[in-house]
């Protein structure tokens, strides 16, 4: 079945890094994506990986990927009060996006 | 940066009306599609459209809902009779490429249905 799957909060001390975890389902997604909805907002594409990948790094953002587990993470570095957002995994099996539940992140001064 | 743009952002309308939602993708797009998420729960897929049809529909994309490309630059949700249920926030998304790459979203049209 299609189940994206993510915890639901994560709570982080200004400065220190973030990891996000995420697990999947389809093994035939050769895309997976972040993406970042502040309150009330829209959902801004972090970054996205393909899937004869296992790392990328953008700035501050490293996304790591195990296919075997069928396990994404998103690490964020130095993390700031303005990262604090809904953070979702998504995978694309087909042309469509299946969205995990989304990860609360609060980061705390 | 070219980005896609959603109107309106909001509409508060009364159970059984049609509503119409618009959205302008980016220009050089190609595969369009529509999104909700109702308040608090995930993003749920509806619809993608390519070449002037359906390519893809959920199960929540029923009779009620329709989606047209009337002119080269919008891209429209129609809801024909809306009910309770259907309030949530409606997001339109784009992409160059099928089944990858980038694929953008506006910032939404909250739906409330009274």
């Known amino acids: 079945g299609e189940d994206v799957e993510q915890s639901l909060f994560l709570s982080v001390r200004e400065g220190d890094s973030s990891v996000i975890n995420c697990t999947y389902t389809d093994s035939s997604s050769t895309y997976l994506y972040w993406y970042k909805q502040e309150p009330g907002a829209g959902l801004q594409l972090l970054t996205y990986i393909f899937s004869n990948m296992d790392m990328k790094q953008d700035q501050r953002l490293t996304v790591l990927l195990n296919k075997k587990d069928k396990h994404l993470s998103l690490r964020i570095a130095d993390t700031q009060t303005g990262d604090s957002a809904i953070y979702f995994c998504a995978e694309r099996p087909t042309d469509k996006l299946i969205f995990g539940t989304g990860t609360r992140l609060q980061v705390f001064p | 940066e070219p980005e896609v743009t959603q109107t309106p952002s909001h509409q508060v309308t009364q159970m059984g009306q049609e509503v119409i939602l618009r959205c302008v993708p980016i220009s050089n797009h190609l595969y369009f599609y529509w999104y909700r998420q109702i308040l608090g729960q995930k993003v749920e897929f509806l619809v993608s459209f390519y070449n002037n049809e359906i390519s893809e529909k959920s199960e929540i994309f029923d009779d009620q809902f329709s989606v047209e490309r009337p002119d080269g630059s919008n891209f429209t949700l129609k809801i024909r009779s809306t009910k309770l249920e259907d309030s949530a926030m409606y997001f339109c998304?784009?992409?160059?490429?099928?089944?990858?790459?980038?694929?953008?979203f506006g910032e939404g049209s909250r739906l409330t249905v009274l």
């Open positions: 998304a784009s992409s160059e490429t099928h089944r990858a790459g980038e694929l953008f």
